[in-house]
């Protein structure tokens, strides 16, 4: 059955310009999988078998970036819509198991399709011509599984990111695997040290942040890929059906961490981001929720309240998702944390109803007592947040200043 993909009126305007040139283009790769999973897709890749430099000719009259002319990326505006153009390629000799040493231009699209890693991102279409499908690519989207394009072994030992590229797919579309692809990944597994560790959990944050990222996750373990990229966690993995929380969870990059790392005391899931060079604010924040899950809030204000104290009010709502997520917590804990930020908001120093200013007026002097009076004052109002009115806290200072002077 022939297939029509609704194209817009810009990537229209993209190939019939190339063709007043002679030259021939196609849209590619994840644009043409997501129409056919009939999803709008992000954005729509161009492959042409005009060279970079016929390229910029023929698009003189619009703005054109080198956004990688060695590999043969233009990327043209047109109605404000950016479309990156890549001259037709096949990739040479991998010798770093990452990057082709050079790359070929050549006129024949086949060859440019056979470079691809699925094949579900192989495919190209052009509006007269209808789909282009060598590898069977729609047939692997019907079965909806991630198959390479080619032997897995020589295509995951040429680039050894597709790997995780393969399970980062599989969690964003909720495939799963031919069988010889899952192997492919399992037995190039070590190569995985050969690529730089940004690449490696940009694609594991890609994959915790997908709409599925329980069995692609589950799969890696079983391939020891997890292994091979966080040993720590694999290592400290408790028993089946760890991950299936983390597909119950909202997809926000510190609630996933830590559901990912919970199996970790917090200065090991630290580390362990620390060597995948993740940013020190995730750092901070997933280490912060490992700790504080280790000791969960009761379901009670009072709780709710020390802990907005110890982690402020973001961290504090992620928490609680991550201790939903896994069951330890009633779900009702969210509205309880919600109300008492409404309620109760005064959980820090600079929220008290007396400042160290008035502190002084009364004839308490700045120094280190000050210090202690103040979180003394806090103490209490977490306890009795009714007593956050000027007039008791005041007093309140007053006392236990007399107690620590005397
Ligand atoms: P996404 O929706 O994530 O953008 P995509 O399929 O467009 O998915 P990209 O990473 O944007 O993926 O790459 C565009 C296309 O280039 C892919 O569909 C694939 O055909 C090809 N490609 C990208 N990276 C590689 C790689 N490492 N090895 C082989 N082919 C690749
Ligand atoms: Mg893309």
């Not at 070929?104 to 190209?124: K, P, Q, V, W």
């Not at 280790?294 to 973001?314: N, W």
């Not at 200013?357 to 007592?369: E, F, H, M, S, V």
């Not at 007039?391 to 107690?403: C, E, G, T």
Request: aromatic share 6%; proline share 5%; with cysteine.
């Amino acid at each position: 059955m022939s297939v029509t993909i609704t194209l817009p009126p810009q990537v229209l305007r993209c190939i019939n310009t190339l063709k007043t040139t002679g030259h021939s283009a196609y849209v590619v790769g994840g644009c043409v999988r997501d129409s056919l999973r009939g999803i709008t897709p992000h954005d729509w890749d161009l492959t042409t078998d005009a060279l970079p430099e016929e390229i910029k000719e023929c698009f003189h009259a619009y703005k054109t970036i080198d956004t990688g002319i060695r590999h043969g990326t233009v990327s043209v505006l047109i109605d404000h819509m950016q479309l990156e153009i890549t001259t037709f390629r096949t990739d040479g000799e991998y010798t770093d198991h990452r990057r082709p040493d050079n790359v070929f231009f050549t006129s024949n699209l086949e060859d440019d399709l056979a470079r691809r890693d699925f094949t579900i991102g192989a495919m190209a279409y052009h509006p007269q011509k209808g789909l282009i499908d060598p590898f069977c690519g729609q047939e692997d989207l019907k079965k909806r599984r991630i198959r390479c394009v080619g032997d897995p072994i020589k295509r995951f030992s040429e680039d050894a990111l597709r790997i995780l590229r393969a399970f980062r797919f599989s969690a964003q579309l909720g495939f799963d695997f031919d069988a010889a692809t899952l192997n492919g990944a399992k037995d190039c597994r070590h190569l995985l040290g050969k690529i730089a560790v940004e690449r490696i959990s940009s694609e594991l944050s890609r994959l915790l942040l997908s709409g599925n990222p329980a069995k692609a996750l589950e799969a890696m373990h079983h391939s020891n890929v997890l292994e091979a990229v966080a040993p720590a966690l694999a290592a400290a993995l408790p028993a089946d059906r760890y991950f299936t929380v983390l597909d119950h969870s909202p997809a926000d990059i510190y609630i996933r961490m830590a559901l990912l790392l919970r199996c970790l005391p917090p200065e090991k899931g630290g580390s362990l981001l620390r060597e995948l060079k993740f940013d020190g604010q995730t750092i901070h924040k997933v280490k912060k929720i490992l700790t504080e899950i280790a000791h969960p809030p009761a379901l009670t204000a009072r709780d709710m309240r020390f802990l907005l104290h110890r982690c402020g009010p973001k961290t504090a709502a992620s928490v609680i998702e991550v201790l939903i997520a896994d069951r330890r917590i009633d779900r009702l804990a969210r509205d309880m944390l919600q109300n008492t930020i409404s309620f109760h908001p005064c959980y820090q120093i600079k929220d008290l109803a007396v400042s160290g200013t008035d502190l002084k007026k009364i004839g308490i002097p700045a120094n280190d007592k000050m210090g202690v009076v103040l979180k003394y004052l806090l103490n209490a109002v977490l306890e009795y947040p009714s007593c956050n009115n000027r007039d008791q806290l005041l007093d309140m200072a007053v006392q236990k200043y007399n107690s620590l002077v005397q």
